[in-house]
């Protein structure tokens, strides 16, 4: 089990969740699977609803656990495809990807005009 983060950007969730808690839908194929008004669900040992970012309790820290069925396009429990999922979402504190490749293609970008310049 891995934290991805889910396509919406604001929830970091484990990977074998079937639903994200921010958003409703389905890591894997993204289908809406919880209307909004069932995104923060209670806690099953205390009752405070889950956090909607990492989807769990504040108060007593349980993991949000649900009796879902796998979606249709077989996330959780098709182990290719949640490989797939936590290759492509994978999440690490302190990890700011975007910024590093933005990053590297500007670097990438101004070495590339100092070696035509230069080739002149």
Do not use: Y
Request: hydrophobic fraction near 40%.
């Amino acid at each position: 089990m891995a934290s991805i983060r889910c396509e919406d950007g604001r929830s970091v969730i484990e990977s074998t969740l079937p639903v994200c808690l921010g958003c409703g839908r389905c890591p894997g194929c993204g289908v809406v699977r919880l209307a909004s008004d069932q995104l923060a669900p209670e806690c099953a040992v205390c009752g405070v609803p889950h956090c909607i970012g990492c989807g769990r309790c504040h108060k007593c820290g349980a993991a949000f656990e649900t009796e879902m069925a796998a979606c249709s396009c077989g996330h959780p429990n098709d182990p290719e495809k949640l490989r797939s999922i936590e290759r492509a979402f994978a999440f690490s504190p302190g990890r700011s990807g975007c910024f590093a490749i933005a990053g590297a293609a500007v670097v990438l970008f101004l070495a590339t005009i100092d070696l035509i310049e230069s080739c002149w």
